[in-house]
């Protein structure tokens, strides 16, 4: 069974640092697109970002860029989000999810809560 479980959240004050894991089971992540995504409270799930299956694509929502940084280790079958200078509208659940880019993800992982508060 394809399975994709994100860890790494918690409560961080503005300005720390976290960096998510999306490990997957029951599957090779080598061959797929893996996208980080999130949700906020009230407000719709959006795309923060994705990184092709060799590692060498990845793209970013506007509101992270030069913040966070998705990277993979295909040995380990598991991708990172790093996330930096964190601001309160960072808050929200983040989901990995494959695929990414341009097709619509298939296959959630249940979810980790990041929380940006002083």
């Known amino acids: 069974q394809l399975q994709l479980v994100e860890s790494g959240g918690g409560l961080v004050q503005p300005g720390g640092s976290l960096r998510l894991s999306c490990a997957a089971s029951g599957f090779t992540l080598d061959y797929y697109a893996i996208g980080w995504f999130r949700q906020a409270p009230g407000k719709e799930r959006e795309g923060v970002s994705c990184i092709s299956s060799s590692g060498h694509t990845t793209t970013y929502a506007d509101s992270v860029k030069g913040r966070f940084t998705i990277s993979r280790d295909n040995a380990k079958n598991t991708v990172y989000l790093q996330m930096n200078s964190l601001k309160p509208e960072d808050t929200a659940i983040y989901y990995c999810?494959?695929?990414?880019?341009?097709?619509?993800?298939?296959?959630w992982g249940q979810g980790t809560q990041v929380t940006v508060s002083s």
């Open positions: 999810a494959t695929p990414c880019g341009s097709y619509s993800p298939v296959y």
